[in-house]
């Protein structure tokens, strides 16, 4: 039996338990059990077809997720065992790329973060800025929110879909200069392909989850704050430097998010650090995810 899951099978795991399954991925990772080559794009007449594929070796688990750049973005990801090749599973929906991106995002917080940080910003106000602060708030007891995005509808929904989540006070702020300049920890997740902030706005001993448009030359991410960071991370180097157009960090020393949840290497060396997590997509993370969640179906 091939089992299925959906976006509201996803929305009942919940964000806590899809942390715990990322952090597992990342210590996979650093055992070098994990395998997650970078993804590969189709391209087509009408757009690309992505697929990130990966897995666990020792649970012999592999798959991939497949999206594409259409109009209508339908995304499924499949789920093998890679020992005999059954099809075990299959997830349809995007909410589960979501989750994955998100709880990665807080991961980095948890680990890289000052463990006292109080207030979290955020630039954006679409579906990843939403699961971003969602996780965030479960890795952090913060006790304010700053917000922020340029279009001024979108930012009080976004708002009032935050507040729906939580109880600690948002405020709306009305450039991402004033988000960065007030956050110990902020997030980024915009298709702005300009800076939104410069190096001096930013707060000593801040921590940066950078999510959004991270190309070079069209970057929400001025590089000079990236050269202001003690400590750079990025949940995948390999995918960093084989990005597609070149990421805007390509080239430079950028940490292994798993060498520093194992321990390898340090989130930071002093409370003072700015540091920055480059967020580009762990291939496979996703496949463990939809694996633990199709576990459920069969109790």
């Known amino acids: 039996m091939i089992l299925t899951a959906t976006d ?3 929305a009942e795991f919940g964000i806590d338990r899809s942390i715990s399954v990322m952090e597992k991925c990342f210590r996979d990772r650093c055992l070098g059990t994990f395998e ?4 590969l794009h189709a391209k ?3 757009g690309q077809m ?5 897995g666990s070796i020792t649970d012999n688990i592999a798959g991939f997720r497949a999206y594409t750049t ?3 973005d339908q995304q499924i990801t499949v789920v093998y065992n890679s020992a005999t090749g059954h099809l075990y599973g299959l997830v349809e ?3 589960l790329g979501a989750y994955r991106t998100a709880s990665i995002g807080a991961l980095s917080i948890k680990y890289m973060s000052n463990s006292d940080s109080e207030s979290l910003g955020i630039a954006g106000s679409g579906v990843q800025a939403l699961h971003q602060a969602m996780a965030a708030l479960r890795v952090r007891s913060f006790s304010t929110i700053y917000v922020h995005s340029r279009n001024p509808d979108h ?3 976004f708002a009032e879909r935050l507040r729906i989540y939580t109880d600690v006070p948002i405020n709306e702020m009305e450039s991402p200069d004033e988000v960065a300049t007030a956050s110990d920890v902020i997030i980024t997740a915009t ?3 300009t800076p939104l902030f410069s190096p001096g706005s930013v707060k000593s001993g801040a921590h940066i989850v950078a999510v959004g448009r991270k190309s070079a030359g069209s970057s929400e991410i001025d590089p000079a704050v990236a050269d202001e960071c003690s400590v750079l991370a990025t949940d995948s180097p390999e995918q960093l430097e084989n990005y597609e157009p070149p990421h805007f960090m390509a080239g430079r020393s950028v940490s292994d998010l798993a060498h520093i949840i194992c321990g390898k290497h340090k989130g930071r060396f002093s409370p003072q650090d700015v540091t920055m997590f480059l967020s580009v997509g762990l291939s496979g993370t996703e496949v463990m995810l939809a694996k633990t969640i199709l576990d459920r179906k069969i109790g």
């Open 191 to 193: 298709r702005s392909n």
């Open 8 to 10: 509201k099978d996803v």
């Open 155 to 157: 930012l009080h929904s």
């Open 50 to 54: 992505v697929f990130t594929a990966g």
């Open 36 to 39: 997650s080559p970078p993804r």
């Open 70 to 72: 259409f109009p209508e």
């Open 93 to 95: 929906g995007a909410l």
């Open 44 to 46: 087509l007449s009408k």
